[in-house]
């Protein structure tokens, strides 16, 4: 029987590139890899259902879900995670010395629901007390105006969220003080080029997310992996060995890392990190599959809720494709 041959949209990670350069293969599969940016993969994916198997964002799949509708399944490897309080920037004239100064502000934003932006409001709300409801959200692009969300929000009335400018981006409106903050997964340029009244929020934000990570156990969940549906319909086995495949390249990633006869990142002090990390957080820290992130996914799905992305709270189990929800064992 020949393999399937399908297309593969996703970052390029090292723990991706075992499967890219096809070290580790998909069982019955045939793939043809693109590594592309998230912000290309997702708004082909949601847009146009281009990929066969493509990386998705948490937040805009649930979205898809709760519409009754997803184009993808997804499956429980989690290709990107971050813990998000560096992703939350102040003015620093603005009188914001806490968290909680956050109430009443005006905060950009590219789109309200980014997975980064979700786990960032809900660290807000669960250790300062700061709600949605909270914030006035100001939305639009970046560094160049315009930026449309990828799937269409009706959001609940209590959240207020404006439209920037027409023809000002978010990093215009933060230079000149006329947002009081910004919050997504990337920096704005004003930042980078070191703006002397731009900071971030967490003034030692790994410190913040270690204490934080003592306190839940939660590692943010950011992207899945996604199958089209239709494909998983007519091929039920396919899922599982997606998962399985992922995490074997997951796992080569991490023996290389660990191999201290030469480093494997262009970075300083990576054993130190990783010896740190597996301390903070246990041998298998970035670990795939529902049963060992549990309490982080249901977490995801409280906050998307009363966050008024998703009209109910979800279960995990209208989430993940079934054959995924468990694991064989020898």
Known sequence: MSKLRLSVAI?????????????????????VFMTLSPEEIFFRAFRHREFDICELSFSSYL????????AY??????????FRHTSIYVRDDKGIED??????????????????????????????GVKPSDVTWVRGGMETPGRPEKIPLKLPPEIRLEQAPEGKSLNELLAAGEIDGFMGPRTLSCFDQGHPQVRRLFRDP???????????????????????REIAEAQPWLPAALLKAFGQ???????L???TSATKVTLPFVEEQLAAARVLMGEDYWSYGVAANR????????????????????????????????AHSI
Do not use: C
């Open 257 to 259: 890392l660990a191999d």
């Open 206 to 228: 790994t410190a913040a997310a270690a204490d934080y990570y003592r306190r839940s156990g939660i590692f943010p969940v950011m992207h899945l992996l996604g199958l089209r």
């Open 249 to 255: 390249s997951k796992a080569a990633a991490l023996k």
């Open 73 to 82: 399944v997804a499956i429980p490897a989690f290709l990107s995670r971050a």
């Open 11 to 31: 970052g390029d990670y090292d723990r991706n590139r075992p499967l890219i350069d096809g070290r580790v293969q998909i069982d019955g599969v045939d793939p």
């Open 295 to 326: 309490s982080t996914l249901e977490t995801f799905l409280d906050h998307h809720h009363r966050q008024g992305l998703s009209s109910r709270r979800l279960a995990l189990e209208e989430v993940f494709h079934p054959a995924t929800l468990e």
């Open 99 to 128: 968290p909680s100064d956050l109430k009443g502000k005006r905060i950009g934003l590219a789109e309200y629901q980014l997975t980064a932006n979700v786990w960032a409001r809900a660290l807000l709300e669960d250790d300062h």
């Open 63 to 70: 979205v898809t879900v709760d519409k009754g509708a997803p």
